[in-house]
Nanobody, 123 residues
């Protein structure tokens, strides 16, 4: 059974940085694509960044390009989302998700989700 556990959320001031982690278990790491999503109150879940399974291609939402970086550590079976220059509009619950068969920024492409971690950016 695939399981994802996020950590690293918290409160940060605008302009600050924060790194989220997502530890995966129960999967063959290199066979799964992975993405970070976020959902702010009253808004739909939004794809932020994703990384493909074996060739490590990355894709970012326009709103985070140049500020966020997705990466992974195969030995630790951990995905990361480094976020710099945080803005109040980045406030949301952040989720990691994996997919065995698809890759992209649409939530429907992913079938296993973590529980989410809250990130709050103060102005």
């Amino acid at each position: 059974q695939v399981r994802l556990v996020e950590s690293g959320g918290g409160l940060v001031q605008a302009g600050g940085s924060l790194r989220l982690s997502c530890v995966a278990s129960g999967l063959t790491f290199r066979s799964y694509a992975m993405a970070w999503f976020r959902q702010a109150p009253g808004k739909e879940r939004e794809g932020v960044a994703c990384v493909s399974s074996s060739d490590d291609l990355t894709l970012y939402a326009d709103s985070v390009k140049g500020r966020f970086t997705i990466s992974k550590d195969s030995r630790q079976k951990t995905y990361y989302l480094q976020r710099n220059d945080l803005r109040p509009e980045d406030t949301a619950i952040y989720y990691c998700a994996t997919s065995r068969w698809a890759w992209g920024l649409k939530p429907l492409e992913y079938d296993t989700w973590g529980q989410g971690t809250q990130v709050t950016v103060s102005s």
